[in-house]
Each structure stands twice: as C-alpha cells, then as structure tokens.
C-alpha cells in the first residue's frame, strides 16, 4: 500500500501529464483552417511544446515562426522556427530583442494569418516597452508588483500600458491579419485580457484601474510614467479569434478522476483559490483537522483546490507561493495523523526556484524541529525553500511544458 504521500504525488503527477500542451494543440487544429501564408508566433513556459504540435499537425502550411520561452525551455530545433529563450518573471534585453525579432519578421513577411500560441509566463516573455519607458523601468515595476502581493488582474492592468504588445495592441498592430490565438490559461477565471497580459485580445482594464493598483501598494513613479499610464489600450478588435484549449479546472477534473481511482472521495473546493499563500496553509489545515470527524466529507477523501496565491515578501529568504502554502499547512496540521498536502505549480517552477512545490504530512512540523529547524521562523523570513529542502519534501519535476495556475490536493484518510 502507498504512502498518503505517495498517493499525493501520483495524483499531482498525472493530473499535470492530462493539461500538456501537445494533445490540446492537436485536437484544436483539427477545425481550424489557415489559409495562404501562416506565421507562427507561441509565447510562454508552453511555447515550445505548443509550437512543436503545431509544426507536426500543419506541417509547411506554416511560413515561419518564432518560439519566445524561459531559459531552459527549448528542447530542441523545430523546422522552420526560430527559438528565443528570455527572461521570467522578469523581462530582459533577450525578452526585448526576442519579440522585436517577432514583430519585424511578421511585418516583413506580411501574412495572411497569424497562428498565436499562448501560455502562462507570456507577460514577461513578451514585451517591448513604449517610447519613453526602459526595461529598467519595468524590471523595477515588475518587481515592485510581484513583491506587493497584488494578483495577476492588478499587475497586468499596469503592464499593458507600458508595454507595445500587450493589452490588444499587437492585435491592433496587424489590425488586417486574421489571428487565431490558442491559450493555455494560467489566469483565474480564465480572464482572456489578463492571460499573458492580452496581447491579442481586447482590454477590459482602464487606465483608473492600472493607476489605483500603484496607489494601492504604495508604488512611488516618476511622473513621466504616470503619464503613459494614462493612455488606454484597445478595447475593441475585429481581426481576432480565441479560444481556451487547457486551465486549472481542468486539472481540477483529473486529480479527481486519479484520486477517486486511488480509493478518495473527491471534491473540488474551487479552482479560483486567490489569497496568501500562507493563509491557503492554515485554512487547509483546519479542514483536515474538521476531516477527524468525517467533514466535510467521509474518509478517505481528497479535497481539491485550483487557483493562484500571492506572497507579500517581508523577509529575506527563497521560496515560492506552493512552498509557502505547504509549510504553512504543515505547521498548523501538527500532530494529524493521516493527512498530506501537495501544492505545486502545474508549470514545475515555484518562485524563483529549482522546486515545482512541496509534498507535506502532519508529521512535518515535528520532523523540522527534531532536525533543529524552527518551521515557523522560516515562514515569517519567507524561506519556505529552505525549510523544506532540509526535511526532505520539495518536489522537484523540472519543466513540465505546461502551465495552468497552481493545482493543491489535500489528503485525509
């Protein structure tokens, strides 16, 4: 019989392989029809595994193409299409030459139709900031945002404006090419104008949205970047069709069908899960506690949650929002006997670490003490990864080619 561990992780690991980019691909390129010249533009963790299907299904329909992803996430030559490699979550000169090389290509090819693969991590894989704004403006913004604890709506309602593609305007850009842009969400809801900050899509945010949200954290600009804030993106295209081909509930739906088949009664909480990470921990960890006298449901169950927390960093330590929910779920579950929480990015990156997440049990608080940690000290200096790395609990999947929010599982039996 597995651990309550294991059956964690084996439920993780095949819900992420049903949310791959290849199959989704395929199936939707099965009634698309592309005529005359084609380029192919695929941005995001996903881009390449996106890309690749596309090439293997349309074969030489595609003219040309680019591949804008994260370091280390080619996996090799495709025919015909030019890979860049960029920075995440924060652009850099790479992020900026690799989608000027896009626009310049599409321009000088002129086609008939743009095939635009997108995925979660496309906000800073593709950009190109207006005149008068420096990538170091928003690297800095960027980063400011990312630590302020303000949701991915907030931060993308600032980054379009500062940005040349993002928020419909590189719809608006090739305003007489019919694009049909193919998403992976990585957004809650699956909001089409937040998911890689809407390159392709109209903008429901507005510039009152976009200046509330630097307000409301305490951002201090320039007032040359007030400004260009300011002024407002397309709100309306005619030239695009979208369609959503993999998100978090979907992999919601699978941990449930591979819990189920492991012998858990499943059910999915929600798949908008939108807070602190740390708050996610210790709720979850109350209704395991509540899971002592069979509710909400009868054991053996498995609780299911999609979604995507925030940190506000305070300390000075590594970790991500996974690792995070997890220690905190692990010190307020102390003591329970029976119960195991996995929290992981479904794109197998937590943070700006090496780790997809954290697998942890009601004994994981008393393993770190018997080792000399104090799991609560490293909670409040946000070094999540540290603490779980020396109690041995960070699962670490590498790339997955995929990327549909955060998938947690919560265990009792």
């Known amino acids: 019989m597995n651990t309550i561990k294991e059956d964690a992780r084996y439920i993780i690991e095949r819900s992420i392989e049903t949310v791959l980019p290849e199959k989704a691909v395929f199936n939707s390129l099965e009634s698309l029809h592309l005529p005359g010249k084609t380029f192919l533009l695929a941005i995001g963790k996903a881009a390449?595994?996106?890309?690749?299907?596309?090439?293997?299904?349309?074969?030489?329909?595609?003219?040309?193409?680019?591949?804008?992803?994260?370091?280390?996430?080619?996996?090799?030559?495709?025919?015909?299409?030019?890979?860049?490699?960029?920075?995440?979550?924060?652009?850099?000169?790479?992020?900026?030459?690799?989608?000027?090389?896009?626009?310049?290509?599409?321009?000088?090819?002129?086609?008939?139709?743009?095939?635009?693969?997108?995925?979660?991590?496309?906000?800073?894989?593709?950009?190109?900031p207006v005149e008068g704004v420096t990538l170091d403006d928003l690297v800095d913004i960027n980063n400011r945002l990312l630590r302020s604890g303000a949701n991915i709506v907030e931060?993308?309602?600032?980054?379009?404006?500062?940005?040349?593609?993002?928020?419909?305007?590189?719809?608006?850009?090739?305003?007489?090419?019919?694009?049909?842009?193919l998403v992976l969400s990585d957004v809650l809801g699956d909001r089409l104008d937040s998911i890689a900050s809407g390159p392709a899509y109209p903008d429901s945010s507005t510039c009152e949205d976009a200046l509330s949200t630097i307000d409301r954290y305490g951002l201090v600009l320039r007032p040359e970047l007030r400004e260009i804030l300011k002024i407002e993106t397309p709100h309306l295209l005619s030239n695009v069709q979208t369609r959503i081909i993999g998100s978090v509930g979907r992999a919601c739906e699978a941990a449930g069908v591979f819990a189920k088949e492991l012998g858990y009664e499943p059910m999915i909480l929600t798949t908008t899960l939108d807070c602190e990470a740390r708050d996610a921990g210790s709720f979850l960890a109350a209704i395991a506690r509540e899971e002592v006298y069979d509710r909400p449901l009868k054991r053996p169950c498995a609780i299911i949650l999609g979604g995507e927390t925030v940190v506000p960093v305070r300390g000075t330590g590594l970790g991500g929002r996974n690792q995070e929910l997890a220690l905190s779920f692990a010190i307020a579950s102390n003591g329970l006997d029976n119960v195991a929480l996995a929290s992981v990015g479904t794109d197998g990156t937590d943070g700006p670490t090496d780790a997809a997440g954290a697998i942890v049990d009601g004994g994981s608080a008393r393993e770190m003490i018997e080792r000399?940690?104090?799991?609560?000290?490293?909670?409040?200096?946000?070094?999540?990864?540290?603490?779980?790395?020396?109690?041995?609990?960070?699962?670490?999947?590498?790339?997955t080619g995929t990327n549909v929010n955060d998938l947690v599982v919560l265990l009792c039996r």
Request: hydrophobic share 40%.
């Open 48 to 128: 390449w595994r996106m890309a690749k299907a596309a090439r293997e299904k349309l074969g030489q329909s595609i003219t040309a193409g680019v591949i804008i992803t994260k370091y280390g996430h080619v996996e090799g030559d495709i025919p015909g299409i030019d890979s860049f490699e960029a920075g995440h979550p924060l652009p850099d000169e790479n992020t900026i030459a690799a989608t000027t090389k896009a626009l310049e290509m599409i321009n000088a090819i002129n086609p008939d139709s743009i095939l635009f693969l997108i995925s979660g991590g496309g906000s800073a894989l593709f950009e190109k």
């Open 155 to 181: 931060i993308n309602a600032v980054r379009k404006r500062l940005s040349v593609v993002k928020g419909g305007r590189f719809a608006k850009m090739f305003a007489q090419t019919t694009i049909h842009s």
């Open 372 to 399: 000399g940690i104090d799991p609560y000290i490293y909670l409040l200096d946000n070094d999540s990864y540290h603490a779980l790395e020396m109690s041995g609990e960070l699962l670490k999947t590498g790339p």
